[in-house]
């Protein structure tokens, strides 16, 4: 069982920035394909990020490259999203989700645990 918590959403101006935490608890977190999505109201919940066990690989929507970067640390059972240069339509609740295959990252159905997800709501 892997459980995830994300932290560090909030409000922001447009062309700010966050960085989203994702604690997991589990012994065994670089086994993990670790990616994040975000649903915002009345849409369906989209990947963003994804990245490989060991970080070496890193996937990302077209919509957000060149302005967020996946990381993760394996030492610290974390996967973090920075978020720069934000915009409007980049708020949502974002979600850390675990999965053990990098043939499909983009699916909602490739990963099998989920955090609660956290808030992020860009201001014009």
């Known amino acids: 069982q892997v459980q995830l918590v994300e932290s560090g959403g909030g409000l922001v101006q447009a062309g700010g920035s966050l960085r989203l935490s994702c604690a997991a608890s589990v012994r065994t977190f670089s086994n993990y394909v670790m990616g994040w999505f975000r649903q915002a109201p009345g849409k369906e919940r989209e990947f963003v990020a994804a990245i490989s066990w060991s970080g070496g690989s890193t996937y990302y929507v077209d919509s957000v490259k060149g302005r967020f970067t996946i990381s993760r640390d394996n030492a610290k059972n974390t996967v973090y999203l920075q978020m720069n240069s934000l915009k409007p339509e980049d708020t949502a609740v974002y979600f850390c989700?675990?999965?053990?295959?990098?043939?499909?990252?983009?699916?909602?159905?490739?990963?099998?645990?989920w955090g609660q997800g956290t808030q992020v709501t860009v201001s014009s």
């Open positions: 989700a675990a999965g053990r295959s990098i043939v499909a990252v983009t699916p909602v159905a490739r990963y099998d645990y």
